[in-house]
C-alpha cells in the first residue's frame, strides 16, 4: 500500500480554465512522484477538455475513492455527474456552472473530514456563479470555514519569494479597517507561524504591516497602528515571536521581496494580494494575458488540509489550452509537504 497522499483536487468552474489546469499539471509525472492524485467532479467536463485541447490522458471514472487507480497518463475522477455539457458555456457565468463547482469543493471536504484524504486542492471559482446557484459564500475559505465549523481562520499566500497572511479578506475596504484589531492581528501571527513552520521555512522573523500611510504617522493619518497593531506586536513579542511592526506596508513589502523577512501580515485583502501578484504574476502586454501565474493559497486554522492556485477562473482564455498548471503544480505540491508535516505530528514519539 503506498504511503503517498491522496490529494483531491476539484475541477473549479467548469466553464473557466480549471478542469485545463487541472488535467495539465497531472500531465506532469513529478505529481504522481510525490502523491497520489484524484481529481473530483464531472468526467464529462474533463473527457470534453482533454478531447477539445488534444491532451495525452485518458480518464478514469470512479464512483469512491477506493477505486482509483492513481496511474501516469490515466487521472482518475470522481465523477459527480453534474453537469450538462450541452448548456456549458466556455467563460460563462451560469447556476449550472456554480453549483458543479460548489459541489466538488463540498465533496472533498466531506472526503477530507471522513479521512478518505490527506489533502484538499481547489481550483478556480466564480463567486457569481455559486451564488446564481443559491450557496451564498464570498469565496472558497468561506465555504471551507463552515462545512469544517471552523471560527479562527486566515488566507496564507505563498510563492517563492514572500508569504503572505491576512487580517481580513473579502469585506469592503470600509469593514477591513473596523476589523483590525489586537487579538485578531495575534490570532494571525499564530496562524502565519505555523504556517511558515509546516512549509520548512527557515527565516521565521514576521513583518506586520500598518494599515495607514506611514503607519499612522504618530497617529497624524489614524489611530489604529498606535491603538491596535502596536499592542498585537508587543504581545506577540512577549510570546517568544520575532516580529516586527508596524512597518508601513511599501517599506514592509520591499523588505519582504528580498527574503529579510520570512512571512508578513497584511492587514486586508488588496494590501496584500497587490505585492504578491507583483512578484508571482507575469503579464504578456501582447497577448493580454499572464504568461506565468505562480502563486498558492492556504486557508490557514482548518481541521483539514487546503491548498488553491492564487488566480482566477479566466474565462477571457477558457477552453483555448493558453492556461499555465504552474499554479496548481505548487499548490499540489504545498498540499503534499502540509499532509507530511501533519503525518510527521500525528506520528507517535519512539522512546
Not at 73 to 101: C, H, K, R, T, Y
Not at 106 to 120: P, Q
Not at 218 to 237: H, M, Y
Request: net charge negative.
Amino acid at each position: 500500500m503506498s504511503n503517498k497522499p491522496i490529494i483531491g483536487i476539484t475541477m473549479g468552474d467548469p466553464a473557466s480554465i480549471g478542469p485545463e489546469i487541472a488535467i495539465k499539471a497531472l500531465l506532469d509525472e513529478k505529481i504522481y512522484a510525490i502523491c497520489r492524485p484524484l481529481l473530483v467532479g464531472d468526467a464529462g467536463v474533463f473527457n470534453q477538455t482533454i478531447n477539445k485541447l488534444g491532451l495525452k490522458a485518458q480518464i478514469n471514472t470512479v464512483s469512491e475513492v477506493q477505486s482509483a487507480r492513481f496511474k501516469f497518463g490515466e487521472p482518475d475522477v470522481l465523477d459527480l455527474q453534474n453537469v450538462n455539457l450541452a448548456q456549458l458555456a466556455f467563460g460563462e457565468i451560469s447556476a449550472m456552472a456554480g453549483n458543479a463547482s460548489f459541489e466538488a469543493v463540498k465533496k472533498v471536504i466531506d472526503l477530507a473530514l471522513a479521512g478518505e484524504i490527506d489533502a484538499t486542492v481547489t481550483g478556480p471559482i466564480n463567486k457569481k456563479s455559486i451564488n446564481e446557484a443559491g450557496h451564498h459564500f464570498a469565496g472558497h475559505t468561506e465555504i471551507y470555514a463552515h462545512y469544517t465549523g471552523t471560527r479562527k481562520y486566515a488566507m496564507l499566500l505563498v510563492e517563492e519569494n514572500m508569504k503572505v497572511i491576512h487580517v481580513s479578506t473579502h469585506v469592503s475596504l470600509r469593514q477591513a479597517c473596523d476589523l483590525v484589531k489586537k487579538d485578531r492581528i495575534l490570532e494571525v501571527v499564530d496562524l502565519l507561524h505555523l504556517g511558515m513552520q509546516q512549509l520548512g521555512e527557515t527565516n521565521l522573523k514576521i513583518g506586520i504591516a500598518g494599515l495607514n500611510p506611514h503607519a499612522g504617522d504618530s497617529g497624524l493619518f489614524g489611530t489604529e497602528d498606535d491603538e491596535e497593531i502596536l499592542p498585537a506586536v508587543q504581545e506577540a513579542l512577549r510570546r517568544g515571536y520575532d516580529v516586527e511592526g508596524p512597518v508601513p506596508a511599501d517599506t514592509m513589502f520591499a523588505k519582504a521581496a528580498t527574503g529579510y523577512y520570512g512571512g508578513v501580515v497584511a492587514m486586508y485583502h488588496d494590501q496584500g494580494h497587490i505585492p504578491f501578484k507583483l512578484s508571482g504574476f507575469k503579464w504578456n502586454a501582447q497577448k493580454k494575458q499572464m504568461d506565468s501565474v505562480k502563486g498558492v493559497n492556504i486557508t490557514m486554522g482548518l481541521p483539514i488540509i487546503r491548498t488553491s492556485v492564487d488566480h482566477g477562473t479566466a474565462f477571457e482564455i477558457a477552453g483555448k489550452g493558453v492556461a499555465s498548471p504552474d499554479a496548481m503544480v505548487l499548490a499540489i505540491e504545498s498540499a503534499v509537504q502540509l499532509a507530511r508535516h501533519k503525518v510527521l505530528q500525528a506520528a507517535p514519539v519512539s522512546e
